[in-house]
């Protein structure tokens, strides 16, 4: 049996006060039923982060090995070699493809002299599992781009997974790819808090500050904050005295403003 | 808690997990309060305690097709949300020490230390502690788990926890008696605040 620290020791009111900075209820809640809604049909068992590269990533690597012996035939080696060198390039031309899950999948553009008149390496046939989508087409620069949803969600399942420089890089790739999209909009301020967080300010006040300087979004006050704590890390208490006042105008009815007036008072 | 209570949260666990957003927001507003103390009585800053409790809310709605009524909705959610939000701030803790090298110098810590701007509550010395005693601490004494439910969401042994506990409760007691005889009396040093 434990001793219960009872007397001098109350535990009671632990974790009740609210902590400078944090996100309202509200906003917390929409992120996570936002996160929960980006998992159409997959919330009640979804599968480590994986899931979103693996359904792209299989037909990229499929018509890579094709195109790779394509290339191979077409520069019309020896039929005796043939076979050696097809295996060796798709070895080397795998990892690749996985490398750059980050960045849009681009396929070579073939030879015009490419066209296979022979069956396709033994690797590739024994595929058993059917590609869940169709195979690219080899046309010239294909570029296979996961939508913002998806991209989105990858964010999160990389977040959610610990893994916070895959998120960071996951949400730029979005912001990159499809910089008018309402994700891309909203993954400011996640590369906001992200920055924040891995110490860079900086980074972090670029992020807020454009998210903020776009019309629109339920997010704002979490940026304004964010914004805040930014200048306040880049040791700049002018600028942060006239944001903290500036939010203050805007939203002093928010659950912020308790302790930003607090913040204010002690830089003043 | 009669059966159709049970029945009726059966049902909205079964409607969240297909994906209603209102079941969703009903289950995560129930454990909402409860997701937010722990993480804030364990995270060492706002935005931490703020992802984690993301991640906890976020992990039991991915539960929800699991939930069978044999505990009310709120002890089940509350067992799982605590253990991912412990997950979530063990692995931002790692990654935090594996970054510290990285992490460049400013006048001001980029996530400023809370108890710089909190009254010293219990909290503040609770942080004082090793992370292993302050979790024991925070999930036996604050949120009332046993001490076989803290062994199992440790993934420790019960005899471990118990040690944890005995060990922290006493330097606990040491750090504030400490600070009474040293400082300035509660009263002042909250007025001061």
């Excluded at chain 1, 396709?120 to 087409?137: G, I, K, L, N, Y």
């Excluded at chain 1, 979004?217 to 304004?224: H, I, P």
């Excluded at chain 2, 044999?70 to 701030?89: F, K, P, S, V």
């Amino acid at each position: 049996m434990t001793d219960a620290p009872q007397d001098d020791l109350d535990f009671s009111a632990l974790g009740t006060m609210p902590l400078p900075g944090e996100l309202d209820d509200e906003a917390l809640l929409a992120n996570v039923l936002d996160a929960a809604a980006g998992d159409p049909g997959e919330i009640v068992a979804l599968p480590p982060a994986q899931s979103t590269a693996s359904a792209w990533v299989r037909p990229a690597v499929v018509a890579l090995t094709l195109l790779a012996a394509a290339v191979v035939l077409a520069w019309a080696l020896p039929s005796s070699v043939w076979t050696f060198e097809t295996a060796t390039d798709v070895e080397s031309l795998a990892p690749d493809v996985h490398d750059d899950v980050d960045d849009d999948v681009v396929v070579p553009t073939p030879p015009p002299r490419a066209t296979p008149q022979v069956e396709p390496p033994r690797e590739v046939e024994a595929s058993p599992e059917p590609a869940p989508e169709p195979e690219p087409d080899p046309a010239p620069r294909t570029k296979a781009r996961v939508s913002p949803e998806n991209q989105l969600r990858a964010a999160q399942d990389a977040f959610a997974a610990g893994d916070r420089r895959a998120a960071l890089a996951r949400y730029r790739q979005l912001v990159r790819q499809h910089p008018r999209s309402e994700q891309a909009h909203v993954a400011k301020v996640s590369i906001g808090r992200l920055e924040l967080k891995a110490g860079h300010p900086k980074a972090a006040l670029r992020s807020f500050d454009a998210y903020l300087d776009a019309k629109g979004g339920s997010m704002r006050r979490e940026a304004a904050v964010g914004r805040i704590e930014a200048l306040r890390a880049l040791g700049r208490p002018n600028d942060e005295r006239a944001a903290i006042e500036a939010f203050l105008r805007s939203h002093g009815d928010s659950a912020y403003a308790g302790r930003l007036e607090r913040r204010l008072e002690s830089l003043q | 808690m009669s059966t159709d209570e049970r029945t009726a949260d059966v049902q909205l666990a079964q409607r969240a997990a297909a994906g209603e957003r209102a079941a969703q927001a009903a289950v995560a507003r129930r454990i909402l309060s409860r997701v937010r103390r722990i993480a804030r009585s364990l995270a060492t800053s706002a935005a931490d305690a703020d992802d984690a409790a993301q991640q906890a809310l976020l992990e039991v709605l991915r539960s929800c097709h699991s939930f069978r009524g044999d505990a009310t909705l709120e002890q089940w959610a509350g067992r799982i949300a605590n253990r991912a939000a412990l997950r979530h701030l063990t692995r931002e803790r790692k990654q935090q020490t594996a970054s510290a090298d990285e992490v460049p110098q400013h006048a001001a810590p980029p996530h400023p230390q809370l108890s710089d701007e909190l009254p010293r509550d219990l909290r503040a010395y609770l942080h004082a502690l090793p992370e292993a005693q302050r979790t024991a601490i925070v999930l036996h004494h604050a949120f009332g788990h046993s001490l076989d439910e803290v062994a199992s969401m440790t993934e420790v042994s019960r005899n471990t926890v118990k040690g944890r506990l005995r060990l922290g409760v006493a330097a606990l007691r040491k750090l504030v008696r400490r600070e009474q005889r040293i400082g300035a009396p509660a009263d002042d040093a909250e007025g001061s605040r």
